[in-house]
């Protein structure tokens, strides 16, 4: 069992007053805080070994390449890529993800097509939406029920010869569900397609090994895993990685420019253009054994615990529903009150020190498919405390009183 008190001590920022009151932090699922080791390594970062990276044959240069390419294979230890050369640093989840779909325009013909589930974030709807229409190529829509699943039998029937890739999230931000992963990757591969899995929701909560998952792609963001914002994670499989161009041209990503032709660099500067976020990239690296130094077990079980009493107190309101009841739900619960906009909730308890989400969780279609503007959304991580849910409840309470 995690010792809460001291693993809340490591994060200054959840002992602030927000309000006049206690912070209480629920928006994990829109970015995690940051533990002091994180911020300690930004500024000695900058303090110390701060230098332009893969250039100079000084010193600092060295430390910094060093520290820089280290932390990429700390990475590729953490997913279990085959190859550091496939874990590719970018800015986020949505900048990996509009790389890749970049990079198929050279691929897709007119009449190929591109399934989506009905649970994606925006960023994994429009870059694919973007390629559909540069390349002609067809967008589906893999179908959800009232519990927020995706239905494997109507996936089943939308692969056929023409899928080219298949692109779904392993953990939905709006609905929490953790979706059969494994399955889709191997059902798509039986076809040909390759098969992007959006993780940004996935790995503040567990270890994706992504030759087990046998996914093509995989991509997260830094700042949802306790990391700094502006830095995220491609891996590719190095097959892939070498087919598709390069998404911008730049320093770094060549191997010799003359006017009349550039021959790219190997992976994985052929995609890491220009100077990169060097202290993210280090930091990450930080991040990722801070949470294991946490460890994921310990996180799943406190998230669940929270995810179960979270689930049973909010039930205890009059007029809540619950969107999201997939059979597999990671520690997410997003919610409605009859009668009451989501926005006027999330204000009221903002004034009692409370952070939620309200809105449509830059995912529309799943707000559209319920019916509904927006939920509430609070989003747990391993450093909150069911106290801290008896506060949110209590709150709500009060609020509903007040709007009602
Ligand atoms: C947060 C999130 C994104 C976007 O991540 P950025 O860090 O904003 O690029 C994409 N998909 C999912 C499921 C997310 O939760």
Redesign the pocket.
């Known amino acids: 069992m995690l010792d809460i008190n001291k693993i809340r001590a490591d994060f200054p920022i959840l002992s602030q007053k927000v309000n006049g009151k206690p912070l209480v932090y629920f928006d994990n699922?829109a970015t995690s805080q940051k533990p002091q080791v994180v911020i300690d390594a930004i500024s000695k970062y900058y303090q110390e070994i701060n230098a332009n990276i893969h250039r100079g044959v000084h010193t600092l240069s060295q430390l910094a390449t060093d520290a820089y390419e280290s932390s990429r294979g700390k990475i590729q230890q953490h997913i279990n890529a085959e190859f550091a050369h496939e874990v590719l640093f970018t800015s986020?989840?949505?900048f990996g993800i509009n790389l890749v779909a970049n990079g198929f325009a050279s691929i897709l013909k007119p009449g190929d097509e591109v399934l989506v589930s009905a649970m994606e974030?925006h960023?994994?709807i429009v870059p694919w939406q973007m390629l559909c229409e540069k390349t002609g190529a067809t967008l589906k829509v893999i179908p959800m029920n009232d519990n927020g699943e995706l239905i494997m039998a109507e996936y089943d029937k939308l692969l056929s010869d023409k899928t080219k890739v298949v692109t779904v999230?392993h953990i939905s931000?709006a609905l929490g569900t953790v979706n059969p992963i494994k399955y889709m990757i191997d059902k798509a591969h039986e076809f040909g397609a390759a098969v992007l899995i959006?993780g940004?929701?996935a790995v503040p909560h567990l270890i994706p090994d992504v030759q087990a998952l046998d996914c093509d792609f995989y991509v997260f963001?830094g700042?949802?895993i306790c990391g700094p914002t502006g830095v995220?994670i491609l891996y590719g499989k190095e097959a892939w990685l070498n087919k598709l161009p390069p998404y911008q041209g730049g320093g770094e990503m060549i191997k010799d420019v003359t006017f009349e032709k550039t021959t790219y660099a190997e992976l994985p500067h052929k995609f890491e253009a220009g100077t990169p976020n060097i202290a993210g990239g280090i930091v990450l690296g930080t991040a990722v054994d801070y949470m294991n130094s946490v460890g994921f077990e310990n996180i799943q079980e406190q998230e669940l615990e929270l995810l179960e009493y979270g689930t049973k107190r909010l039930l205890e309101i009059e007029g809540l529903k619950i969107y999201g009841t997939a059979a597999t739900k990671t520690s997410v619960i997003s919610f409605n009150i009859e009668g009451i906009h989501p926005y006027d909730i999330g204000t009221i308890i903002d004034k009692l020190g409370i952070a939620v989400r309200t809105g449509h969780h830059c995912a529309q279609p799943i707000m559209n498919y319920f019916k509904i503007p927006g939920t509430i959304r609070a989003s747990f991580s391993f450093y909150n405390t069911k106290e801290e849910i008896d506060v949110m409840v209590e709150a709500i309470k009060r609020a509903k009183t007040m709007l009602s």
């Open positions: 699922g986020g989840t949505t974030h960023s994994n999230n931000n959006d940004a929701q963001s700042h949802k995220g």
